[in-house]
């Protein structure tokens, strides 16, 4: 007899342990199943740092965001640990940037507080910045950073507190949806569910398809570095912002970064999108590359010349994008009892305890009262289905 479960979440990343902790919340009787160990690097969810900010180009994502602070602030005490560093953030460049404008349209558009400095007032405040003449800055002051591993560990240790089950390195083979439940495979057992949450990243384009949901979803393995500054305590969360450069695409589509939450880590910068895509994860090359890890450092000369120092660890990790890069949060069109959580296209961490919420209220009642208007497979509907 399979053992059955009220629902069952596939993937312990991000997302899938958030949805997992709102569900047991609910009292559902849950099980989370993981491919690789819990907490591994092979995925987007692994690591010390992710910034969290209101501050987006599309005023439905700042409105999202006034959901998900809250839940942050929850989910903190509940864990009785830190997992929001805040910062400050600062996005810099010169103002006719189409990226700069548009996020500042937005910001204005959802009244958003934030200031907005000249480049004077940046390098008065921060004057680890070296800009150039006629950038400007959009500074806001709960940007910051959230403590990515600690915050999913946080999401599975508290759902197995309301009861959940979770079992790592058990890879899901089969999902067979019927009318009125699911049936789980894995290579050594078979589980029912009444209803199924499918977060699995960038392995969702496959599991998806065999659901009969052809999503146009990419990976796009990026890479991130942490560099050794020349001055510790000019970049830590008291004294440096978490920061997005308005370049035009030069630099990828926008080198951002990080200060260091400890020393030995180094200050975090990385791109926006700029990398090669691939189609399946095993078609992910893992390998740094080191040109980028020096075209990263000469920006760094340029702007933030304190952290130009040496490579202290770099790895890659994934985006899984959608065509518009915007989520995909949704019923399964034929089984409302099948809901997928997708394409978080880079930048979804800041968003996965809301997310979390979401994916379980459209599991237990169908709905949820966040927004979900941006995130229909329907928009894909010509290649859906
Ligand atoms: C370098 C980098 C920097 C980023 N910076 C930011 C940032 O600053 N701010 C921000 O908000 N976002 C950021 N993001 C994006 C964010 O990290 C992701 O959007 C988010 O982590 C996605 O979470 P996920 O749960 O969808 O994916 P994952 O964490 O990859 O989770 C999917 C899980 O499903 C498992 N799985 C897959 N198939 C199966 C199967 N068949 N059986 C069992 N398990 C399975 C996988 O092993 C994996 O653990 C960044 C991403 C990267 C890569």
Redesign the pocket.
Known sequence: MAQHFDAIV???????SAAAYYLAKAGQRVLL????ELN?Q????YGYS???RYTYDNPIYINLMRDAYPLWFDLQAQAGEQLYVKTGGLDFGFPDTDTFQKLKTSMDTAQLDYEHLNRAEIQKRYPQFVLKEGMEGLFQSESGLLR?SRCLLAHVRLAQQHGAEMMDQ????KVIPGTHGVEVHTAKEVFSCDRIVL?????AKS?LAAQGIELPLKIMP?Q?GFYQPNNTADFTPGTFPVFFAHMNGIYGEMPYG?PHMDSSLGVKI?TFYGWETVSTPDDVDYTPSQTWTEHIRDWAREYIPGTAGSLLSTRR????LTLDKDFIVDQHPDYPHVII??G?????????TLLGKMLADLAIDSHTPHDTSLFKISRFQSIAT
Do not use: D, M
């Open positions: 596939i993937g312990a990343g991000g997302v899938g199943l993981e491919q690789f591994h092979n995925g987007s969810s992710r910034v969290i990515t058990t890879p899901v083979v977060t699995v990243g960038s392995w599991l990026c991130l990080i990385t990790c994934l985006y899984t959580g997708a978080f296209s880079g930048h979804g961490f800041k968003f996965t």
